[in-house]
């Protein structure tokens, strides 16, 4: 099982710097979600872990042993790739068999590699067909038994659920919950999606414009963003952001400093005293109301009710918050407190 | 950056490899073999007919220098030499006549001297120019015109009726369910295997029988009926939803505005394709033009070409030039279309 | 502005076209009404069937007919009816691969000549363009130039390639020049029997590489990257990829270009007649010249003869053709 650290990796497209000194240690055993924006460099900082590109500067460690200049192969990495990228004129078998054929493993090792793999994923009866007649999900086991017969050192999966319909990634994430459980290996796992970041992540690591805006545990994310980025970035419905001005009628006083209070819609609640907002739209969802507003100064505000809560468009309404869930910035965007 | 680096640098900057030996050597030899000899045609073409007779040749068309020389009261232009004459001297003369291998040759400033000199001891005065004469005496005596405007009517009006009648039986067979449809797409695939090499002595007859031997039209309407279009066009019109059709039925559109009004704009990629390569094939057509025409008013540029080379065979500086002259067109649909013709290739297999 | 201009000027190209079909519809919507939705289909389908048949099915008719008539007449009426003798004429030999032993010699060092072009040719062209197509698709500068480079002389005419090449190979051309430029020993290219026959393949390949590793290349850039990237992540060297990715999904490809190349290669006629004239001798006389020279060139002509010479290389066309179709199909399901 493998331990990995990234010093300072940058890396340039022509004149485009898209990773700007990326630093991390990825603790063995470890699921790390790498997770921003598209474009942010995500697909990209896990290509340079993988091999398959390397960084222009910087250092890549796998259990302390320098890799940088080592070829993908002989990294010990297993990918799992968005589109699966199951060769299509191989039977799933010889799919799972092809990368432990090349390594020069004996017959008897690659079969019960084989058996043992297709056992946990429940893939035994698929093993003789070809990809194009499988359905999406067993691609995506396939596709995820070709990096577990190779027993890698950690496994590298890039955007793995983005290519399945909700309901089936539901449980797909479920089951890759289940599996890193089961085997206890590193994994690194790249995604848009912050559901699948929050339920699966041991830390997750967000990216931003190639460099790392915060890293780590979900709930903690959750909780306690860095910066106004992360804050907005995680969670939905987004957080609201209100000028100390607008905010000055909710309960507790900003820290000196605070240029900006951000509070979750999730985090608004009905009061006697507070902010009054004119309700512009309701949306019904059954668990929960979502309430559109608008305050005085035309600053829009979003806020959630559990259950359904009969509300008037139009109406008025005054909402506040426990002092304790409010977020502080200051004029850097940098979480005070 | 150096252009010629520019090219061979490889992507991500990774280090050598033996594969990167070959690539060079492959696309530097394809340069020269695909490039190479149409470039040495154009240079040719610009020769004189002595220049194209000299052995060694020179890569460059040159013009010889001449200069105006009195004699006798007479004022001749000779061609100039630079020559080593008796006394060992280089002089820059001009030849008055040869006789064997001596040439009389005399100083243009003062003709009066008459130096002989070997002909090995002199080498004409020359510097690069092109011989435009190549050009234009075939265009006014040799009917070359009159060849462009057969081949300009037969490409213009063939690639017309194509596009037109292979688009109806496209739209028809794409769009309608008919019985007899199967039937219809199995004798266009049958046709597809009966190119015009396997029909061509009945076809002759067939033509003579229509009057349309000797006849532009000879050539144009069995070129046409190319099942390639039909395919083409066919498996194009089979993307556009049939949904669009019958919206249009509700907005009372005869089946004929349907086809000219909504498939046929809709089909113009395929169409620009079909265009582009009946085109080429048309105007580069040789065989069957060769069969159906013979007399030499009629004759494509193709045909013209063919037979002036078996005529000629000696006047290559002409031969040449006329064979630049055939291959612009096709040039410049290349350099403007190359990317539409690559990208219908490789989408449709078509040729 | 410009594209204002340009708007304007295909406007003004279009308009009498518009107008010439808006003028059409009145008619047509008459017919429509009298012969319904069927006789728009027949009225749409009829130009380009009318031509098919008097132009392809006709004339294919009639060949049939012609193979078993004789005489020197062209209209059928007019000729007689011999059987089987045009093919006996043909097909008469004591050894099928010596010409000498044939009644008609001459068509036996056509099928012979062919049939050794054609495997030279075939065989040259694929492994050129599959080279070709490798390269392009490999990580090179400019690829769209180098695409250029080998396509370039697939849109030149078979008589602008014919000429090109007979003045490179002529006796003082450029090739020779060249030869003496390394002090080797000139060759008359185009009058030694072995030489000429090489030239015309090589010309051929020439012509026709760039349109095949265009097909191939298409092939290749299908294959998905993140296999090769699967691949390198599961150790794969270079060339095991290529044995065991690259070719088994190129494959379908690269059988319809062989079969392709052979179709097109049966039928070789124009560039090498403009080269060689089928010259030195006989050395490059392919079927297509011999069906050309005897249905109208020589004096002898002989129309039935032609036309069952042009049967029996029909039928080995339907043959590969039929093989190509299926192929076609097979890759396009794949």
Known sequence: ?337 | MNPIRFLFRRKGGKGWHWTDLVTWVWLGTGLLIMFGPALWLVLSSFKSPTQLAEFPPTILPYVSQTAEVGINGEVKELPLYTAVTEDGQVRTLAEVRRIGTVAQMVDPDAPDTVYKVNINDRRPVRQVGFEIENYLKPLQAFNFGLYLRNSVFVTTVATLITLLTNSMAAFALSKYEFRGRNGVMLLIVATLMIPLSVNLVPLYSVVSKLGLLNSLWGVILPTVATPTGVFLLRQYMLTIPDELIEAARMDKASEWQIYWRIVLPLTAPALAVLAIFSVVWRWNDFLWPLIVLSRKELFTLQVGLNTFAGELNVQWHFILAMTVATMIPVVVVFVFLQRFITAGIAGTGLK | MRSDVKTWIGAGVTAPVRLLAQMADVPLRQWQRLAGRGGMIGFFLLPNMLIFGVFVLVPLGINFAYSVTGGTAVFLPDRSYVGGANFDRLLDCTNHFDPNSCRDDVFWIAVWNTVRFVGLQVTAMTICAMITALILNSKIRARAFWRAVFFFPVLLSPVVVGLIWRWILQRQGLLNYLLYQFDAEQVNWLTERGWAFTAAVGVSVWAHVGFYALILLAGLQAIPRDLYEAAEMDGTKPARAFWRITLPLLWPNLLVVIVLSLIRAVQVFDEVYVLTGGGPGTSTLYLTQYIYEVGFASTLRNSGVASAASLLMGGVLVVLTLLQLGLTRWRDRK
């Open chain 1, 1 to 337: 099982m493998g331990r990995i650290r990234l010093e300072n990796i940058t890396k340039n497209f022509g004149g485009l710097q898209v990773l700007k000194g990326i630093n991390l240690e990825i603790e063995e055993g470890e699921l790390v979600v790498f997770v921003g924006p598209s474009g942010c460099g995500k697909s990209t900082l896990l290509r340079q872990i993988s091999g398959l590109d390397k960084p222009s500067s910087g250092a890549i460690l796998i259990n302390d042993r320098d890799v940088t200049e080592v070829s993908a192969a002989d990294r010990g990495l297993a990918m799992v790739f968005q589109s699966y990228a199951l060769y299509p004129h191989m039977t799933v078998k010889l799919n799972l068999a092809f990368g432990l054929q090349n390594a020069k493993m004996p017959k008897a090792e690659i079969e019960t590699r084989i058996a043992d793999a297709a056992r946990m994923l429940e893939i035994t009866p698929l093993l003789s067909r070809r990809p194009g007649q499988l359905s999406g999900g067993q691609r995506q086991r396939v596709a995820i038994g070709r990096a577990i017969v190779r027993d890698p050192t950690a496994f590298l999966l890039d955007e793995p659920l983005s290519n399945l319909d909700a309901e089936l990634r539901v449980s797909m994430r479920a089951e890759l919950g289940a599996l890193h459980a089961r085997l206890g290996a590193t994994m690194i796992y790249v995604t848009h999606d912050q559901v699948e970041a929050m339920t699966l992540a041991d830390r997750i690591v967000v990216l931003r414009g190639g460099q790392i805006e915060q890293v780590a545990a979900p709930i903690d994310l959750f909780e306690r963003p860095a910066n106004r980025f992360v804050a907005g970035f995680i969670g939905a419905p987004s957080m609201n952001f209100l000028t100390p001005e607008e905010a000055a009628s909710l309960n507790g006083t900003p820290p000196a400093g605070a240029a900006l209070i951000g509070v979750r819609p999730q985090h608004l609640e009905p009061a006697d005293s507070g902010l009054t907002l004119t309700v512009t739209l309701v949306e019904a969802l059954g668990t929960e109301t979502v309430i559109h507003g608008e305050i005085a100064g035309g600053k829009r505000l979003l806020l959630t009710l559990p259950g359904h809560r009969p509300v008037q468009v139009g109406g008025q309404l005054t909402v506040n918050a426990d002092p304790a869930r409010l977020h502080f910035f200051d004029a850097q965007d940098q979480r005070i407190g």
